[in-house]
């Protein structure tokens, strides 16, 4: 069992930055981690994942502007987003996959931490 907690989100104009950090809580075991937003009236979206050997997946609209990573120890998740656009307005949720030893091969994402939100206005 771990908890997720993040944080950072906020508002921004159109082309500004913002970084979003996960701080993650329980046992150090091997997660896959991730993000995943939703808008309103629109579906959850997978945004970015990274395993435990740091390997990492974009959805295509975030490509070249979204960067994850984490820390040396896993505890740590961080979401750089460059470049927004008033369509990633969202809110942001931090996930992790216990299951998987530390890899994202089963899409499946039991923990969920309570979001942060980011609006980015044109």
């Known amino acids: 069992q771990v908890v997720l907690v993040e944080s950072g989100g906020g508002s921004v104009q159109a082309g500004g930055s913002l970084r979003l950090v996960c701080t993650v809580y329980?046992?150090?075991?091997?997660?896959?981690m991730g993000w995943f937003r939703q808008a309103p009236g629109k579906e959850r979206e997978e945004v970015a994942t990274i395993d435990h050997d740091g390997r990492t997946t974009y959805t295509d609209s975030v490509k070249g502007r979204f960067t994850i990573s984490q820390d040396n120890a896993g505890s740590i998740v961080y979401l750089q987003m460059n470049s927004l656009k008033p369509e990633d307005t969202a809110m942001y949720y931090c996930?992790?996959?216990?299951?998987?030893?530390?890899?994202?091969?089963?899409?499946?994402?039991?923990?969920w931490g309570r979001g942060a939100q980011v609006t980015v206005s044109s």
């Open positions: 329980g046992p150090a075991y091997p997660l896959c």
């Open positions: 996930v992790a996959d216990l299951s998987g030893g530390g890899y994202c091969d089963s899409g499946i994402f039991g923990s």
